[in-house]
């Protein structure tokens, strides 16, 4: 699978799959968060994804700039 990746030299938006290896959850439980609006998602060709700068804030890593919210 192909995609574009950030300034950041990571990908710009990963899968609910990818989201889930990530965050070290199931798959359900990202795909519930994104239909209550809990997680940020966008719909690109038919696929649910979610920013790569989202995951970046859940995770918490440096040098990530934002409001601090989760989403």
Not at 51 to 56: D, P
Not at 67 to 71: F, I, K, L, N, V
């Given at each position: 699978m192909?995609?574009?990746m950030s300034k950041n030299r990571r990908p710009a938006y990963y899968?609910?799959?990818?989201t889930a290896w990530i965050l070290g959850i199931e798959q359900s439980?990202?795909?519930?968060?994104?239909?209550l609006g809990e997680l940020r998602a966008v719909a690109r060709n038919?696929?649910?994804l979610v920013?790569?700068?989202?995951?970046?804030r859940l995770l918490?890593?440096?040098g990530d700039s934002g409001?601090?919210?989760?989403?």
């Open positions: 192909s995609t574009s899968t609910v799959r990818e439980r990202v795909s519930r968060a994104i239909r038919g696929r649910v920013s790569g700068n989202v995951l970046a918490g890593e440096p409001s601090g919210g989760a989403q």
